[in-house]
């Protein structure tokens, strides 16, 4: 029997059973149950300073922060190791890895035994979700990361209040998570990142029993489990089976001058602007926007047929390069304190720095890179190539309750009423600033049609091609892509629903010569005031092949000279001929989805492109 070594504060004798069987498998030194504490938080992060994991940042800088580096290869989801294990291969459908539970099971159980020792066995009871709220889950997480744990502090809600929620029998999604790296004979990780090397790693979903089993990885949507594992993965399954929706969304407040509220979301692929966008501050005069949520939104019907949305998450998981006071002031003062920073870069001074934070060093200022090694100012590697201070995928855990453009009601159990759904990518051409599906039929193929560009260095995919990311779900969705998209459809029909009205926008247009068309971030209030409009039944617009774009005098330009009339002509532009192009590619994206795809969204594209032939 491993020891515990805490008092067990539960009478959850499932629970207890289940975690001790683990604790078997795995050899742990002792048990420790999570009670969510400040102490415990800060004892932890103590702990990992002490040992060198961590580094403390400066107190009167970054109070309360802490700093790790990662293994190098251990710096983001790992897409190819993730895996969709249903009974059958069919129910993972075309774009989800998949191993029969049965194989997986056994491939992992030899992976897990022994591999925690040298290590406590941390248990983290958590809640998605205000506790107690209807709409909340519970899971528990098994982990033998202190990283782990402290990430739960931040991003979700922990400890023995969430035991009385479950009481003796209540059901909770089992999560196992294991950096995989036992230490044998009283070694140390010696201050060094621990985890598996890429074969062995494995972030598996087993959608029927509803399990979370992850092995190998340290790293964000790898191993803090309630985040994509639950919170999406689950959570799509669970959804499907009762008639609501979990999604990759952020969540915002709008409020124009008069005082009127209207909330939005937005599916966005991952780094495509979600936590930018929930945190804006508009440049126009009068408009208020404020933050329910960045990253995930959980919606069902109300009485009243409308989709009310909550944000399961307790924090930001944020992208940190790109983020300045220019470009995000709110996620900077969120991450002011309190916060965990992942794979940025040490300053002498003991603060943060990253590529785009707008801060100047001193001249000839060193720093330490998020490999560890020492950097200067227009360092280059063998190959001439700049070498980057801060990971691109670097990441700052900040608590939402620091975010000074919380919404006061962003933990309203009851959750918020969507008025609007925006879907958009990196689509440097062909893709209007925005426009509005005809109806929601139009607006699901819309979703289920999403690109973004990537890079050929950050994925196997030609750079400057469209990979499409349907609904920003493509790497969170738990069950097949094509029936996700049929459950979209029967939200449609759902007798009673008044349903949010759908935009597509683009914020990533550019010119010929490479210059961004449009500047982005707080000017994206101008669209969102169209958008609040459009709600209304206001804000002029006309009817085209597409759906309804603006007239190229409806977005609001007042103070803003860097676009000029010619550069909002390009970016309402109906560009007739590369629509027919990207016609032709969805048709491409749709045929991998065979006799699955839903018919109407098959009947949309055609109409779609009738209508472009007698443009
Ligand atoms: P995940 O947390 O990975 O799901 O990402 P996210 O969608 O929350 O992305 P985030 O808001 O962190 O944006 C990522 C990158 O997009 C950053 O480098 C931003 O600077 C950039 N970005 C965000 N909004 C805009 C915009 O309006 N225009 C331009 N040009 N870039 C933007
Ligand atoms: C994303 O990749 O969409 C994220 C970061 O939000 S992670 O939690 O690592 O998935
Ligand atoms: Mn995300």
């Known amino acids: 029997m491993v020891k515990h070594l805490n008092a067990i504060p539960t009478k959850h004798a499932k629970l207890v059973k289940w975690v001790e069987e683990w604790a078997e498998l795995c050899e742990p030194n002792g048990i420790y149950w999570c009670d969510g504490t400040n102490t415990e938080y800060y004892a932890l992060c103590e702990e990992m300073v002490q040992s060198g994991l961590a580094t403390r940042l400066n107190s009167k800088l970054r109070p309360d922060c802490v700093l790790f580096r990662s293994d190098p290869s251990d710096v983001a989801r790992v897409e190819a190791r993730t895996y969709i294990a249903s009974e059958k291969q069919e129910d993972a459908g075309p774009t989800n890895n998949w191993i029969a539970p049965a194989e997986l099971k056994a491939t992992m159980r030899e992976l897990y035994k022994g591999c925690m020792h040298g290590r406590t066995m941390y248990v983290i009871p958590y809640s998605m979700g205000p506790v107690g709220s209807n709409i909340a889950k519970i899971g528990v997480e098994i982990t033998d990361s202190a990283y782990v744990v402290i990430n739960m502090h931040v991003m979700t809600r922990v400890g023995n209040k969430v035991l009385e929620v479950l009481g003796d029998d209540g059901e909770f999604v089992p999560c196992i998570h294991s950096v995989g790296k036992p230490l044998e004979n009283g070694e140390s990780d010696n201050g060094i990142w621990p985890c598996a090397p890429m074969e062995k790693k494995y972030i598996a979903q087993f959608p029927e029993t509803r399990e979370i089993w992850s092995y190998g990885s340290g790293y964000g949507g790898n191993a803090i489990l309630g985040k994509k594992c639950l919170a999406l993965r689950i959570a799509t399954v669970q959804a499907r089976d009762e008639g609501w929706m979990a999604e990759h969304m952020l969540i915002l407040k709008l409020t124009n001058p008069e005082g009127k509220v209207k909330y939005v979301t937005g599916a966005f692929p991952s780094a495509c602007g979600k936590t930018n966008l929930a945190m804006l501050i508009p440049t126009i005069e009068g408009w208020k926007v404020e933050t329910v ?50 794979n940025c870069a040490l300053r002498e001074n003991g603060d943060i720095w990253w590529e785009g934070i707008d801060i100047d060093l001193e001249p000839g200022e060193k720093l330490i890179d998020w490999k560890g090694n020492v950097w200067e100012a227009g360092q280059v590697d063998a190959d001439g190539k700049p070498v980057k201070a801060a990971h691109p995928n670097a990441r700052f855990s900040a608590r939402g309750r620091n975010c000074p453009a919380i919404a006061p009601n962003w933990e309203d159990p009851a959750g918020v009423p969507i008025d609007a759904f925006l879907f958009g990518g990196r689509r440097p051409s062909t893709l209007p600033l925005v426009y509005q599906s005809l109806s929601w039929e139009h607006g699901v193929m819309i979703g289920s049609s999403v690109g973004s560009e990537v890079t050929a260095a950050a994925l196997d995919v030609k750079a400057g091609t469209v990979r499409r990311d349907p609904f920003a779900m493509l790497p969170f969705c738990g069950y097949h892509m094509a029936d996700y998209f049929a459950h979209w459809l029967e939200i449609g029909k759902v007798a009673g629903a008044k349903l949010p009205k759908i935009f597509c926008v683009n914020w990533f247009r550019k010119t010929a010569d490479g210059r961004w ?86 009947a949309q594209l055609d109409a779609l492109e009738a209508r472009l032939a007698k443009c």
């Not at 909550?310 to 991450?335: D, H, R, Y």
């Not at 309402?572 to 990207?582: H, N, T």
Request: glycine share 10%; net charge negative.
């Open 293 to 342: 949520g960045d990253d995930i939104a959980w919606m069902k019907f109300g009485k009243d047929g409308r989709l009310y949305a909550i944000n399961p998450e307790n924090g930001f998981f944020g992208v940190a390069p790109g983020t300045s006071m220019q470009s995000n002031k709110n996620a900077m003062l969120s991450c002011r304190q309190e916060t965990i920073f992942t």
């Open 517 to 602: 068309l449009w500047p982005g971030f707080g000017d994206n209030s101008r669209v969102l005031k169209w958008i609040f409009e459009r709600c209304d039944g206001e804000g002029k617009a006309q009817e085209t092949a597409i759906g309804y774009m603006p007239t190229e005098d409806a977005i609001d330009r007042t103070g803003l000279d860097s676009v000029s009339d010619a550069d909002m002509k390009e970016l309402l532009a109906l560009d007739v001929e590369g629509w027919k192009k990207e016609v032709a590619s969805i048709r491409e994206h749709y045929a991998k989805f065979g006799d699955k795809m839903p018919k109407e969204l098959l």
